[in-house]
Nanobody, 123 residues
Framework: VQLVESGGGLAQPGGSLRLSCAAS????????MAWARQVPGKGLEWVSG???????WYASSVLGRFTISRDNAKNTVFLQMNSLKSEDTAVYYC??????????????????WGQGTQVTVSS
């Protein structure tokens, strides 16, 4: 399994970024895909997930601002982030092959993870 994130960078508060995660080495279309993030000095948290049927889930902190989508033909999952806030500053990870449970923090010992991409929201 290989997951390669891209699209991170610096954005101003209120701005937008679009993250991409290119997947390979497994049957992408049958697996749920998710985004998790880690704020410096804090633990990992789920951000959003998209299931094989296209249904989606969002953390309350990003609901209405972030949109997850997937392109099964290109083995890619996206995270469109709008109305960015300083508290969105984190390393964002693409994750698969692990249950997405809102009440249970993700852990890198479960599932497959990308290397992460830094998102910084600052004026």
């Amino acid at each position: 399994v290989q997951l390669v994130e891209s699209g991170g960078g610096l954005a101003q508060p209120g701005g937008s970024l679009r993250l991409s995660c290119a997947a390979s080495g497994f049957t992408f279309s049958i697996w749920a895909m998710a985004w998790a993030r880690q704020v410096p000095g804090k633990g990992l948290e789920w951000v959003s997930g998209i299931y094989r049927d296209g249904s989606t889930w969002y953390a309350s902190s990003v609901l209405g601002r972030f949109t997850i989508s997937r392109d099964n033909a290109k083995n890619t999952v996206f995270l469109q982030m709008n109305s960015l806030k300083s508290e969105d500053t984190a390393v964002y990870y693409c994750v698969t092959k692990t249950p997405i449970i809102a009440t249970m923090a993700p852990t890198k010992s479960r599932g497959s993870w990308g290397q992460g991409t830094q998102v910084t929201v600052s004026s």
